[in-house]
Structure formats: C-alpha cells, structure tokens
C-alpha cells in the first residue's frame, strides 16, 4: 500500500535561513508523483512544489525545490531564504492512480514550521 | 480565476444530527474531491467525482455519509447521522479532468465540523 511519511512534527528555523522538510513514501507503482503543500492556519491548502517520478532534474518553485532521491524514495522539501510568512503546516503528498482519472493523493501527517524573528 | 468555494465555513451541531457542506468548483474542472482532515492528520479522500460520475469512494462511511454532484458542476456532502469522531475539517478540491503532467488539485478554505 502507498504510504507517506513525515518524522518531524515541528520544526524551528530563523528567518533567513534554509531549512528542509523530510518526506519518504512507499509504492510499488513505477509512475508516481509526489507533491508539496502548505496549511496556513486559515486552513486552505496551497500547492507548493510538484516532482514527477521520470523526472530526471529536481523540481525548483521560486524559493522552493525538492531534494528528489528516487533509490532512497524520498521527496525532501527545502524552503531557501525562509520568511515569516512561511511559518504553516506542510504536507508532503503521492498521487496515487494514473492517466487522466486524476487519481487521489495520499498525505503524510504533516510538519509544523515555525519561523523566529 | 475564481477558487474553489464552499460553505459554511464552521458548524457545530450535536451528534445523532445531520449536516450537508456544499462545494463549489473552479469552473471547467471535471474532477471533484471530499478530503476529512482530523486535527492533527493530513487529509483524507472520501470520495472523487469525475464529472457527475463516482470514481473513488473506498473511504466513505456509506452508512452515515452520502454525497453528489448533480450536474457535474456544484457537489453537496452529507452526514446523518453525526457522531463525535466525524469532527474534522472537510476540504473540496478540484482539478482539470485533461491535467497537466502533474494535475494540480485546487483545495477550497475548508467546513470546520465540531460535533458535541
């Protein structure tokens, strides 16, 4: 069965600074993706970063990238630079199902960043 | 581009009562998606629409839970009856049915449920 796992239930990182958001899953799928999300505490989950499993490069959102490491299946999230405002609930997620049904995605429990002044 | 919409956005009621949440879609998306989100856990697909046609509900409580989406547009979800343990936040996605590579979901702002 798919799985996502996130082992950092909050992490702390002054402004500025980077910091890297743990993520490994578990498939038996060739043809997966894995994504990134972001929870403010308004609640409404905002896309951050996408990584197919072809992809041969990994994948760089502005101040975002993920650390893809495909033999050790993991999805790892780097925020460069980090703001204030980044201060949220992030999940890390895998599509599961294929072609154009758009299948659901499994999410990991999730890591609480908190960003000091 | 407007979002995805729902309402209402907080609702207590007792349990053994019953509660709908509607959702409303980004319009031109064919796929629709009801994920539970329990304080503390990431979401949780009930069940995906493609158009007005169910595609997964393998995690919806059928006995207590129901949902549609006449149209293929607007979807509604429902609980009768409520108990304490169906208290989570219930999040509306949606998301083009001929995707980019990585079909992007769209989530709404979330129904806060609490049942007392």
């Known amino acids: 069965a798919q799985k996502i796992t996130q082992t950092q239930p909050g992490m702390f990182v002054q402004e500025k600074e980077a910091v890297t958001l743990d993520c490994t899953y578990d498939?038996?799928?060739?043809?997966?993706?894995l994504f990134w999300y972001k929870q403010p505490s308004s609640g409404e989950m905002i896309f951050l970063i996408y990584?197919?499993?072809?992809?041969?490069q990994n994948a760089t959102e502005g101040r975002y990238s993920l650390n893809f490491q495909k033999a050790r299946k993991s999805a790892n999230l780097v925020i460069s630079a980090s703001q204030l405002g980044d201060s949220a609930m992030y999940f890390c997620?895998?599509?599961?199902?294929?072609?154009?049904?758009?299948?659901?995605?499994?999410f990991g429990q999730g890591t609480e960043l908190s960003v000091k002044p | 581009e407007a979002g995805v919409a729902q309402s209402p956005r907080y609702k207590i009621i007792e349990k053994r009562q019953s509660v709908a949440f509607w959702c409303n879609p980004i319009?031109?998306?064919?796929?629709l998606y009801w994920y539970q989100q329990i304080l503390g856990q990431g979401p949780k697909l009930l069940i995906q629409?493609?158009?007005?046609?169910?595609?997964?509900d393998s995690q919806l409580p059928k006995d207590r839970f129901s949902a549609e989406r006449l149209k293929g547009v607007d979807s509604t979800l429902k609980i009768q009856p409520a108990k304490l343990e169906d208290s989570a936040v219930y999040l509306c996605?949606?998301?083009?049915?001929?995707?980019?590579?990585?079909?992007?979901?769209?989530f709404g702002p979330g129904t806060r449920l609490t049942v007392l």
């Open positions: 997620a895998m599509r599961e199902g294929r072609g154009n049904q758009g299948g659901k995605l499994i």
């Open positions: 319009s031109g998306h064919a796929t």
């Open positions: 996605a949606s998301s083009l049915r001929q995707p980019k590579a990585y079909n992007e979901q769209f």
């Open positions: 629409f493609q158009n007005n046609g169910v595609v997964d």
């Open positions: 990584q197919g499993s072809y992809d041969e």
């Open positions: 498939t038996s799928d060739q043809s997966y993706g």
